[in-house]
């Protein structure tokens, strides 16, 4: 994981009291616009030896409020603590404990010789909030798991925008600025060399835009801005013919035809249809994986990868039984790397990658409301990778 190796500008933390979200453009862009492989280098799996694979992720956010002493900014978790006998705030404790603990969970586990795996997705108003509260214990956990080199192949952030906002309500303009000013704070935050590791993207609540322009423009934007691929809502997809997607623990090509006939791609993986905390709580993805077989795509055997994604924070089930079930996965599993394993995101896709499987060979999808036009599959090869699923072109290994 650690072959990506550049020299980094140091991005200054809080100025006057802001984060830090825009001013070093050219930085970024240098940290993020690579190809270079994140997880290939330190990941012990090897394809063959996966029957199936699954991941998780956890998504955290708090918004900024208009809410202090005199109408200052202010993060909702700082209100929380100052008003405990209000709605739910006394849940503000547990909600901190919450956003820090994986800085304990991965160090223990990997202590213990198990291989956990776990994406994190903070928005940036939630990581701004901890600095206004000098949270710093939240922070120096969650730089530990980020920044030191024996956690990094455990661990993948993925990128979002700055606050909540959804993909298909922010403005056309702002969804770049959107996406940069994420970069820059998270890059102050943990460093550049820990943002040229963020390949794949969390929209948030798995929201897309559902206009054809806005979609194609937002593709475009996320591949400029460095990513690689997004996770999304089974429910938001669809095949090119405007079917329910058949084979969603595959991964995919979603595909966006502009009026002008240009046409913008990005790989993605797929979120179960059954969205629900408890799925995450449980690790019932794993459950799910320990049920899957490699399929065949193009000429690969591929194992399958059970996604899912839950607010990681919110709920008893999150809170109480999330961190035994958790546990209990990595030591259930083992150390050997084989059979049903988990695997983070971009590490998946560049394991693919190494075994020769393309994005081109990926099933094509869009957007339910959308169109991937008539030119969408001069993309690649994405054609015939689509045919292969009609056509019973991916096969259960043991049916070979």
Known sequence: ????????????????????????????????????????????????????????????????????????????????????????????????????RMGDFIPELVNQGC???????????LLWGFQQMGREDILNKLRRITCKSQYQPYVEWLGTFWGHTLADSVPLADIKLQIRAWQHHFASVFGMAALSRVRGFAPPEM???????????????????????????????????????????????LVVQSASGDVADIPILIQSQKADTKLVAQMRPYDEAKTLAPVLLGNQ?????????????????????????????????????????????????????????TTADFPSAQVVGTSAGTSAHQVGTGQRAEKGVEADGIHDRQGL
């Open 1 to 100: 994981m650690v072959a990506v190796r550049f020299t980094f500008a140091k991005l200054p933390g809080l100025i006057e009291g802001l984060p830090n979200i825009c001013g070093w453009e050219s930085d970024i862009e240098a940290a993020t616009v690579h190809n270079e492989p994140v997880f290939l280098s330190q990941t012990t799996l090897r394809l063959e030896d996966i029957s199936a694979g699954f991941v998780i992720a956890l998504h955290m956010h708090q918004p900024t409020i208009p809410a202090g002493r005199n109408g200052e900014l202010i993060n909702n978790l700082q209100h929380m603590f100052e008003h405990p006998y209000e709605e739910d705030n006394h849940d503000a404790g547990p909600f901190a404990y919450c956003y820090s």
């Open 115 to 125: 291989r956990p795996r776990v994406m994190l997705d903070y928005t940036g108003t």
């Open 207 to 253: 929201n897309l835009p559902k206009q054809t322009e806005k979609l194609y423009a937002f593709i475009n934007t996320l591949k400029n801005c460095g990513y690689q691929w997004m996770m999304v809502h089974e429910g938001t997809v669809q095949t090119i013919s405007g079917e329910k997607i058949q084979h969603p623990h595959l991964p995919h090509r």
């Open 301 to 357: 055997p591929v194992p399958l990868l059970v996604s899912q994604i839950a607010d990681g924070e919110n709920g008893g089930r999150m809170m109480n039984e999330f961190p035994s079930a958790f546990k209990r996965a990595w030591r259930d599993m083992g150390s050997s790397g084989r059979g049903t394993v988990a695997c983070n995101g971009t590490e998946y896709l560049e394991l693919l990658a190494a075994a020769g499987v």
